[in-house]
């Protein structure tokens, strides 16, 4: 299937090609008796993706954006060869004035991106530590239910408490991400 679109599309790269065959392999990895069991719960298409097919690409999303990364930075290579260095720190203003500026609303959306997957991560936390000491507050947050009760009022506090830290790095960082989704946007 790749070579078909491959020759499709003669002008795509090495990297867009190590993408394509990322995606595909990890959508070939996703179980279909995953959707059917979706399908028989009552699912939708968009609930499917949502709740299977997004999660379980999200390792290969996160590659794929420090991948864009580290393609914006390859601009530094060609600079860095053509000036020889060049006269001075000509090539480290180039980067620092230049190229560095233009990439980060791409690094913004990964740190908030991945500080959010990290910060809400619930599954490996749950099997892997087993010291009350060492959890982390999303999983502290399972305390507040017990077999036949639930403490809303302390449980919703918590949450609050638990929410703020992604708050404040989300909010440190979308200036940059505005900026980058309207850059492009302005005509003329």
């Not at 403490?151 to 703020?164: K, P």
Request: hydrophobic residues 50%; glycine residues 6%.
């Amino acid at each position: 299937m790749i070579e078909k679109f491959k020759k499709a599309n003669p002008d795509i790269t090495f990297d867009e090609e190590v993408q394509s065959h990322d995606n595909y392999a990890a959508m070939q990895s996703i179980s279909s008796e995953l959707y059917e069991m979706a399908e028989i719960d009552g699912a939708t298409g968009f609930k499917k993706m949502r709740h299977i097919t997004l999660p379980l690409l999200s390792p290969t999303i996160k590659i794929a954006v420090m991948l864009c990364i580290a393609g914006n930075m390859k601009a530094f290579d060609s600079i860095f060869v053509m000036t020889g260095g060049g006269p001075g720190s000509s090539s480290t203003n180039t980067v620092l004035r230049i190229v560095l500026p233009l990439c980060l609303p791409v690094i913004s959306t990964a740190i908030i991106l991945f500080f959010l997957g990290a910060w809400n991560e619930f599954p490996f936390a749950l099997v892997l530590i087993k010291s009350a000491e060492l959890r982390t507050l999303p999983l502290g947050l399972t305390n507040f239910n017990g077999q036949y009760t639930a403490n809303y009022t302390q449980m919703l506090a918590a949450m609050v408490i638990v929410v703020l830290p992604v708050i404040v790095v989300y909010l440190a960082f979308a200036k940059k991400v505005m900026q980058g989704m309207t850059a492009g946007a302005v005509k003329g």
